[in-house]
């Protein structure tokens, strides 16, 4: 059975970029990456959701908040990521899975860096980037 959210869809939508796509084929992760994971990849986790609500129940379309957390081993490699995912995420809108995604927006944009498991690792840098996804089941 296919995970109907919007996290389904972003992801479809990721992979079948062709710039995101020649960067890191098909490696966006739910949560956490397999320790396994080849350099550059891409994790998504939802961050928080907002549901209007009238006196009868909910209203309108629940709004989805997803960090895409991109991660690459030179600051280029991992800005050229998060150009291309910013490029075709931000405005994106689509179905899949029965899912409709009314719109994608990038409300926030993060640089940073962090030491994988293993601690003599070199550090790898990553790009933190929250989507407000409006979406429905349909």
Do not use: H
């Not at 970029?17 to 397999?34: F, N, R």
């Not at 690459?72 to 998060?82: F, G, I, P, Q």
């Not at 926030?108 to 994988?116: C, H, M, Q, R, S």
């Amino acid at each position: 059975m296919a995970l109907k959210s919007p996290e389904a869809a972003v992801r479809s939508a990721l992979v079948a970029d062709a710039g995101v796509a020649a960067i890191i084929g098909t490696k966006v992760y739910p949560v956490l990456a397999p320790a396994s994971a080849a350099l550059p990849f891409a994790t998504w986790r939802r961050i928080g959701v907002q549901r209007q609500q009238g006196l009868s129940g909910p209203i309108g379309m629940p709004t989805v908040l997803l960090s895409v957390d991109l991660f690459a081993e030179t600051y280029e490699r991992v800005r050229e990521l998060a150009d291309a995912v910013r490029q075709c995420l931000d405005g994106w809108g689509g179905t899949t899975n029965d899912v409709r995604v009314a719109n994608v927006s990038l409300t926030n944009e993060a640089d940073g860096f962090i030491t994988l498991a293993g601690g003599d690792l070199p550090p790898v840098y990553t790009v933190q980037m929250t989507f407000s996804i409006l979406w429905q089941e349909i």
